[in-house]
């Protein structure tokens, strides 16, 4: 449904931009951004994944060791079940029980903090992205950019994709350059 909606936008904007350049005598200039493509070869997107993995790193590492820990536990009440008391069965039953609701609530935790970090990442990373888009598209005056998703055929020549990695590339650079210069001064004083 949505690619059918995308599809008669897609055709909608084309047949406007083609009846006004019909009506101006100068050419509709189009791009296209594949996103797919920045999100996996951008370096900014990288750095965004690496952030994650490392604030994320330390709290998994503690909900698996949690998890181990209720593993071995309940593996041990299942061998020492048959030589324990009923009341000593039931408080170990209750004990893991309350340990594998606490484990589910603690990745359901994490889950809901990674994804809310994800998708604060993420829209920092489009807005970037939209940024250099429309510094190109005025540069180089294009009418209109759209997302590979929209389009059925791509025409080499209007894909805008690795320019705007190259713009990105060089922003990661710049941002490293001033990111060194500050901890350098930092060291220096």
């Given at each position: 449904?949505?690619?059918?909606?995308?599809?008669?936008?897609?055709?909608?904007?084309?047949?406007?931009?083609?009846?006004?350049?019909?009506?101006?005598?100068?050419?509709?200039?189009?791009?296209?951004?594949?996103?797919?493509?920045?999100?996996?070869?951008?370096?900014?997107?990288?750095?965004?994944?690496?952030?994650?993995?490392?604030?994320?790193?330390?709290?998994?590492?503690?909900?698996?060791?949690?998890?181990?820990?209720?593993?071995?536990?309940?593996?041990?009440?299942?061998r020492d079940k048959d030589v324990m008391s009923a009341?000593?069965?039931?408080?170990?039953?209750?004990?893991?029980?309350?340990?594998?609701?606490?484990?589910?609530?603690?990745?359901?935790?994490?889950?809901?903090?990674?994804?809310?970090?994800?998708?604060?990442?993420?829209?920092?990373?489009?807005?970037?992205?939209?940024?250099?888009?429309?510094?190109?598209?005025?540069?180089?005056?294009?009418?209109?950019?759209?997302?590979?998703?929209?389009?059925?055929?791509?025409?080499?020549?209007?894909?805008?994709?690795?320019?705007?990695?190259?713009?990105?590339?060089?922003?990661?650079?710049?941002?490293?350059?001033?990111?060194?210069?500050?901890?350098?001064?930092?060291?220096?004083?």
């Open positions: 449904m949505k690619r059918v909606i995308s599809s008669i936008l897609l055709m909608l904007c084309v047949s406007l931009g083609s009846s006004f350049a019909m009506a101006s005598d100068t050419p509709v200039k189009i791009g296209v951004l594949d996103w797919q493509q920045l999100l996996s070869k951008a370096p900014q997107a990288e750095e965004a994944g690496k952030r994650l993995e490392k604030e994320f790193q330390s709290p998994k590492d503690k909900l698996v060791n949690k998890q181990k820990e209720f593993q071995s536990k309940r593996d041990k009440m299942q009341s000593d069965r039931g408080k170990k039953e209750k004990d893991l029980a309350k340990m594998e609701q606490d484990l589910r609530r603690l990745d359901e935790e994490l889950r809901a903090d990674y994804t809310t970090r994800h998708r604060e990442e993420m829209d920092n990373f489009v807005t970037l992205v939209r940024s250099e888009v429309e510094k190109l598209a005025q540069e180089e005056k294009y009418d209109l950019v759209l997302p590979q998703e929209a389009t059925l055929y791509i025409a080499d020549r209007i894909d805008i994709t690795e320019k705007v990695l190259e713009r990105l590339e060089k922003v990661a650079k710049t941002n490293k350059g001033s990111e060194s210069k500050k901890d350098k001064d930092k060291s220096e004083s």
